[in-house]
Each structure stands twice: as C-alpha cells, then as structure tokens.
C-alpha cells in the first residue's frame, strides 16, 4: 500500500500539468446571478478527481451556488477517471473514486475535469455553471418529492412520495452522498493533505444508477419504500439521500434532498 501512495503522490505533479484538467481565468471562478422565484430543485453532477488540480476551484463554484439558492440547488461530486483515486487503493489516506464513477462520466461524455452535467444535460464547463443553474431553475417542476431516511447503524430505512403534476412513465434514481470527509486533493501545484471533501457520490440505492422505473398519475401520490446499507466507513450522520425523478423523455421533473436520521 506503501508504494501505491508514493505513486499517488509522485503522479500528481505529473497530472496537474494535463490538459484535461480545465484551467480557468480567476475572474470566471463564480459569477453571481440575480436570484428566481421556482418550485423547482436543479441537481449538478461535479465530475472531479482527487488529483485534479483545477477541481477545488470547481468546489468554490458549488459553495456559491449552494449559499445563492439553498435547497433549490444539489450539487453532487463524482469522482471519475484518471484524476480520481479509487477508494481501498491506500491505507494512508481514503480515494473517493467509487467503481461506477468513470462509466457515469463516460455515459455523460465527459471529457475533461472539472465538468459539470445540470439535471441530465450537456457537459459544461465550470464557467457555464452559474447562467446554466439559473435557465434550468426557470423550468417549472412537474412532481414533488418528499420522503425520510432514517438509519440505525449502517441500516437505512428510505421512504419516498411522489406527487405527480402529469401521467408518466419514467425513472427514479436515489444516491448517497456524504460531507466533510477529510483526505487528500490536489490544489493547484500543492497536494493538500486535509482537505474536506463535500456532496461525494457514495452509492446508488437503484441498481441502475440512472434509476428504476416508475409511474405516476396526475395528482396522485406515489409511496415507495426501500432499505439500503451503508459502508461501515462511511458516516451516516454525514449522508444525505439525493433523489431525482425524469419523466418518460428523459427530462428532469424534479430532484430532491433528505438528510439521513438516526431512527428514535
């Protein structure tokens, strides 16, 4: 394990030079945008590594993103491809490279890192973030998503409603996503050692990743339920579930955050 990491570590002064690892002018890091009235709740999939060197500026653009529109925005960061550090690769420090990553940022067509893919879109820079955020929150949503998580131990119990604005067949996707984990990330040209890792993709509780089928009728609401168990290493006071839902075209209709609870 010993000598992986010192690979790790000598690799990633190799990799901060790439260019698939997207450089960016400081003035574009984060443009604010004026806030808009919605209903709905627009999920960002951050696909980053812990060796890209340009991926914690990525970070930054989320946190604003975060403060600007509150629950209204879901950030969720996927580690992928050759930046990211697959998790059980050291004892030393924890890789957040889940094994569904790469073929997540493959089927999105991700090119580079940092890139990021709003409510099932085109890939986009993280200069395009902002302005992309805001078109998508001017789409009404068309359901609303409630539910509760509730764990004991590494044992999640999931309740979901769904209440549909039309009929549809579609698809429901769940994945866990866990906060302030603190290991390792490439910054610029200095390997961080401590930095806390925020809204990383941890599992998908659907067997697709993309989710399962599921239908709806107008005004009618939807109860499902699952379980789900948790790695032992992960922290589910930590964990928040992030739910979305597309109708039959594929297009979002709605995306949802519901932090985990310890059952009474």
């Known amino acids: 394990m010993k000598s992986k990491f010192a690979l790790i570590l ?15 002018n400081e003035a574009d890091r984060f443009v604010p945008v004026q806030p808009v009235e919605s209903n709905r709740t627009v999920l960002l999939e951050d696909y980053t590594g812990q060796l890209c060197r340009n991926c914690p500026e990525a970070h930054e653009i989320i946190e604003g993103l975060e403060k600007q529109y509150g629950d209204r925005f879901i950030a969720v960061s996927i580690h992928a491809g050759s930046f990211g550090v697959a998790a059980g690769s050291s004892t030393l420090f924890e890789g957040l490279m889940q094994p569904q990553g790469t073929g997540m940022a493959d089927k999105r067509g991700i090119t580079e890192y940092p890139q990021g893919v709003i409510d099932g879109g085109k890939p986009l820079g993280r200069s395009a973030w902002a302005a992309a955020v805001l078109s998508a929150l001017e789409i009404p949503a068309t359901c609303e998503i409630s539910g509760s998580v509730t764990y004991t131990g590494s044992d999640a119990t999931i309740a979901i409603d769904l209440l549909p604005g039309e009929s549809f067949h579609g698809k429901i996707g769940m994945w866990v996503v866990e906060d302030n984990i603190v290991s390792i990330q490439q910054n610029g040209a200095q390997l961080v050692m401590q930095y806390t890792h925020n809204n990383v993709w941890r599992g998908s509780v659907t067997p697709d990743v993309w989710g399962e089928d599921v239908s709806g009728n107008l005004g009618e609401k939807e109860e499902l ?6 790695d032992k290493t992960w922290k589910p006071e930590n ?10 075209n594929g297009d979002y209709m709605q995306a949802a955050s519901i932090p985990f609870k310890a059952a009474e």
């Open 10 to 24: 000598a690799g990633a002064a190799a990799l901060s030079c790439m260019t698939a690892c997207d450089d960016i």
């Open 225 to 230: 339920a699952f379980n789900y168990t948790l």
């Open 239 to 248: 964990c928040k579930l992030v739910v979305f839902v597309t109708n039959n």
